[in-house]
Every structure is written in C-alpha cells, then in structure tokens.
C-alpha cells in the first residue's frame, strides 16, 4: 500500500497556516520553502483543500485560513482532500498465469481482505484529528527551544 506525499504535505500545510497564520502571511511560496517543495505542487494542494472546505484563501493580504476548528479536522477529511487514487489502495499485479491454480486465483481470494484491510484503515483516518498533530508540533518546537 502506498499513499503518495500529497497526504502528509497537505497536512505539513495545515500545520503551517496554524502555527504562522496568526503573525504573518502565508502563501504557497511561504509554504514551499517550509516543504522544500515546489510552489505549484503546494498550489495544487492548496486547491484541493479549498475545494474540501478545510482552507480559504485571501488573495492579496489575506492568504490562507482554516475554515474549521482543529479538532474538527480528520486525517481522513484530509486524505480525501487530496488523495485521487484511493479507490483501491491496493492495486494487483497483472497477467498472471491461467494455468497455475494460484495465479488463476488469486485475485478472488485476496480481495475481500484488501477491502476489508482498506475500510479498517480508512475508519483509522477518522480518529486521528489535526489538533492532535498541533498540539504535538507545539510540544515538540518547545522542546527545541
């Protein structure tokens, strides 16, 4: 199973807009160098949790803000948000041999666990809310001093 990093940087920017939003602009230039990513990735994502609902962007001085309160925010509303493969998390091999018994079958015997296996992580997402990835960031940039 792979979920891309499109997951944990929308999450990195949402912890950002959080921590920086209050005191200063953030912009998706601001946001990249934080990421050490490409603006125009972080503006692909930053349309994709608008179009969720969970941000709102301001242009000019407004920049960007968290619609919602934080523990409001599920990892899964923002798996979601920008995740586009995710029907399947688990994607077969193909063109196995018909002639093997294992081959012929294997797909029909794996995939109501894979299902199953897919639900159970998807009801994960949905425990685990962004306030508690704030309040640990918080925790963990004290300790830093």
Do not use: W
């Not at 944990?8 to 807009?17: C, D, E, N, R, S």
């Not at 603006?39 to 969970?54: F, T, W, Y």
């Amino acid at each position: 199973m792979q979920i891309s990093t499109k997951f944990t940087i929308a999450i990195h920017i949402l912890a950002a807009v959080e921590y920086f939003g209050k005191e200063e602009k953030v912009t998706s230039e601001f946001l990249a160098s934080s990421i050490g990513s490409n603006p125009v990735i972080i503006r692909n994502l930053m349309s994709d949790l608008k179009n969720a609902g969970l941000i709102e962007i301001k242009r000019g001085p407004g920049g960007i803000a968290i619609t919602r309160p934080l523990d409001e925010i599920t990892f899964y509303d923002v798996y979601e948000a920008v995740e586009k493969s995710k029907d399947d998390l688990f994607h077969f091999h193909e063109n196995t041999n018909p002639q093997c018994p294992v081959g012929r079958n294997i797909h029909s015997a794996l995939y109501d666990k894979l299902q199953e296996v897919q639900k159970d992580f998807e009801e994960s997402l949905k425990k685990h809310k962004l306030s508690d990835v704030i309040a640990d960031l918080y925790k963990e940039i004290a300790k830093a001093g």
